[in-house]
């Protein structure tokens, strides 16, 4: 099984920065892409960053040249770095792994971001 445990999320004014982790614990798997996503209510949950085990990354348009996801393989760790936020970027920020498990996508318990204007 795997566990995934994120941090970081808070509230914070406009232009300011966060910077979210999502650390992956069990045995006995490995993993491929890691990824965050976020939702709000009424909304579905939508990709916005994604690491790939060679570290090749996608963002979505709205964050780009804003947020910067990476990586730490040793610690099973992704990370979302969040800079010049907006009020739209509020929301519930999820983690998601791709595992060599069956089900292969895990998702974390979502962290509250809230961006005051």
């Known amino acids: 099984q795997v566990q995934l445990v994120e941090s970081g999320g808070g509230l914070v004014q406009a232009g300011g920065s966060l910077r979210l982790s999502c650390a992956a614990s069990g045995s006995r798997f490995s993993i491929d892409a890691m990824g965050w996503y976020r939702q709000v209510p009424g909304k579905q949950r939508e990709l916005v960053a994604v690491i790939t085990s060679g570290g090749s990354t996608n963002y979505a348009e709205s964050v780009k040249g804003r947020f910067t996801i990476s990586r730490d393989n040793a610690k099973k760790t992704v990370y979302l770095q969040m800079n010049s936020l907006k009020p739209e970027d509020t929301a519930v920020y999820y983690c998601?792994?791709?595992?060599?498990?069956?089900?292969?996508?895990?998702w974390g318990q979502g962290t509250q971001v809230t961006v005051s204007s």
């Open positions: 998601a792994v791709d595992t060599s498990l069956i089900p292969p996508i895990h």
